[in-house]
């Protein structure tokens, strides 16, 4: 295993995944690469990414809704993974449904390559310093406040959701489908660790509060 972690490249072209594997390989990067989303199964059986760098147009599904299952399967509190979407699909309402569906970050084709590894190498950084403080003693009763958990647009829809909007009202106004606001709060309670079980819509109240 890389010290300086491993990136995940979900990319069904194959001179990009080659380019960009041998980008990142050059810096000292763990690369696991798949075409599709079955390969990218077998490969994070292999190892844990840090980053997962995900087109969204892929043979055999999506890659918004691949990127709740790579978190439900690899992601905790003490190791996070950053995602990245690298896609074709440069619309706003695109972009938007990118960063709702919880990426960190989201790239259009064409791209420039130096712009590109900047960006995994940063979210490379930023992981290993957020495990290195969550192994850290806390103080107790010390939280992170919600704005630091969340996306910008994940911010609004949870302060919707908390004032009671239902998903139709809440994607009216935040300019998505009704499903996408759906995948959006499940990867919202899956953030701050809000269950199935839970009042969710109290909780979000009370963490909006601080």
């Given at each position: 295993m890389s010290d300086k972690g491993i990136?995940?490249?979900?990319?069904?072209?194959?001179n990009i995944l080659d380019i960009n594997r041998r980008l990142l390989e050059k810096e000292g990067v763990m690369v696991l690469t798949a075409t599709t989303i079955e390969q990218a199964r077998q490969r994070i059986?292999?190892?844990?990414?840090?980053?997962?760098?995900?087109?969204?147009?892929?043979?055999?599904?999506?890659?918004?809704?691949?990127?709740?299952?790579?978190?439900?399967?690899?992601?905790?509190?003490?190791?996070?993974?950053?995602?990245?979407?690298?896609?074709?699909?440069a619309e706003r309402a695109d972009i938007l449904a990118g960063l709702c569906a919880g990426s960190n970050d989201y790239i259009t084709k064409p791209y420039d390559i130096d712009e590109f590894r900047m960006r995994v190498l940063g979210f490379l950084r930023l992981t290993v310093t957020q495990r290195k403080e969550d192994t850290q003693p806390k103080?107790?009763?010390?939280?992170?406040?919600?704005?630091s958990l969340l996306t910008e647009k994940e911010?609004?829809?949870?302060?919707?959701?908390?004032?009671?909007?239902?998903?139709?009202?809440?994607?009216?106004?935040?300019?998505?489908?009704?499903?996408?606001?759906?995948?959006?709060?499940?990867?919202?309670?899956?953030?701050?660790?809000?269950?199935?079980?839970?009042?969710?819509?109290?909780?979000?109240?009370k963490m909006l509060k601080k």
């Open positions: 990136v995940l490249l979900v990319e069904d072209n194959q059986k292999l190892a844990r990414p840090d980053v997962a760098v995900l087109d969204i147009m892929l043979p055999d599904g999506s890659g918004l809704d691949f990127l709740s299952e790579l978190r439900s399967l690899c992601e905790t509190p003490s190791n996070p993974v950053c995602a990245l979407f690298l896609t074709a699909k103080q107790h009763g010390q939280e992170k406040p919600i704005s911010l609004a829809v949870a302060m919707l959701a908390a004032r009671g909007f239902a998903n139709k009202e809440i994607a009216d106004n935040v300019f998505l489908s009704e499903s996408r606001v759906k995948t959006c709060l499940s990867g919202i309670y899956r953030k701050l660790g809000i269950s199935d079980k839970e009042n969710k819509r109290d909780i979000l109240i």
